[in-house]
């Protein structure tokens, strides 16, 4: 593991003056945060960089790269290659593809227990709540001056990771970096509207659909929604409107797991599963060979529509205190 010290050194390096910093797949806003932070404060060193991403940078991001050019530098130039918020080469992505050889990632900044230690260098911190609460108190240490967009950046990285400061992993170390972060004329109000609140109307019309199957059991203590086949097929939702539907069974009062299963194909369903605290979602879906965290977890299950139901209840029952 490398010190805030090392990494000091790695970035203000002289003999260096090119950085690529990779971004994960499916980004969210740590990546992304974490990604245009860091490529701000390398720049304003006098650094060129690039900040690459697998599938594009989407537009609901956009705020977080408004204004960012990509520089060039000769093929013959070196530079060093640094990965933020990536636990794995497999999350790189099919464009980033040649960045998953071993040796080509210099740095690996991240804040995942899971990480697969792939890069020459690694700094984890696995209590941080999110990279960009690292990259916040590495700046710290190495006493930048953020600016206020460099802020907008870092401050969005920590309130998506945590759910708006919602989730378990929000610490009184995080709260102190947004105070701070707030400090530098960071619109909250705006981001956490664009991050938490608003929602594409083809998003409501699929959850309306999906609420229209809603069956709960165990007293209310479980709750399904389903995602059909008819329903993806006619709704032409996209992969990040139907997981941002996973979220919703857990909305219902008196849930302590909440499950959404999405059509795959013939007889094949992709389980998602979130709990309270008086549940263990991993162990639900371990069941069924899933896995995942302690209060958000997914499995797959070859069955009816109705068999499934039966079988993931069951497990949920089972697990539930
Ligand atoms: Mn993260």
């Known amino acids: ?28 806003g740590d990546t992304l945060g974490s990604g245009f932070a860091l490529c701000r404060v390398l720049k304003s060193m006098g650094k060129k960089v690039k900040v690459l991403g697998s599938d594009g940078f989407p537009d609901r991001y956009s ?20 990965a933020v918020d990536i636990a794995d080469t497999m999350l790189m992505g099919k464009n980033l593809e040649y960045y998953t050889h071993p040796g080509t990632v210099d740095l690996c900044i991240d804040h995942h227990v ?42 969005t990285a920590i309130a998506t990771d945590t759910g708006c400061f919602k ?10 970096a947004a105070a701070a972060l707030m400090e530098k004329g960071v619109d909250y109000t705006r981001i956490n509207r664009l991050m938490f609140d608003i929602k594409s109307r083809r998003r409501i019309e699929v959850e309306q659909a999906a609420l229209a199957h809603l069956d709960q059991a165990v007293g209310g203590r479980v709750t399904l929604i389903c995602v059909t086949k008819e329903l993806l097929e006619t ?19 008196g849930t302590d797991v909440g499950i959404t299963i999405r059509y795959k194909d013939d007889d ?38 109705d068999e499934v139901k039966r079988m993931i209840t069951e497990s949920a029952q089972k697990h539930l205190s």
């Open 268 to 305: 094949r369903y992709k389980l998602s599963v979130r709990t309270t605290d008086k549940a263990d979602a991993s162990a639900i879906c371990k069941e069924f060979g899933g896995g995942g965290h302690i209060r958000a977890a997914g499995c797959e299950i070859c069955a009816p529509l």
């Open 167 to 176: 989730y378990e992993n929000t610490t009184p170390r995080a709260h102190i």
């Open 235 to 253: 709704s032409g939702a996209d992969e990040a409107e139907i997981s941002g539907l996973s979220a919703v069974p857990l909305t219902v009062e």
């Open 1 to 28: 593991m490398m010190t805030f010290d090392e990494i000091a050194a790695f970035l203000k390096d002289e003999s260096v003056n090119n950085f690529i910093i990779l971004t994960h797949k499916s980004p969210d």
């Open 63 to 82: 705020f977080l790269y408004d204004g960012y050019s990509e520089d060039s530098w000769q093929d013959t130039e070196p530079h060093k290659v640094i």
């Open 114 to 155: 899971s990480n697969k230690m792939y890069a020459k260098q690694t700094y984890v911190d696995a209590k941080a709540s999110a990279t960009g609460l690292v990259l916040f108190e590495l700046f710290g240490f190495m006493e930048i001056d953020i600016d206020k967009q460099t802020a907008v950046c870092l401050y």
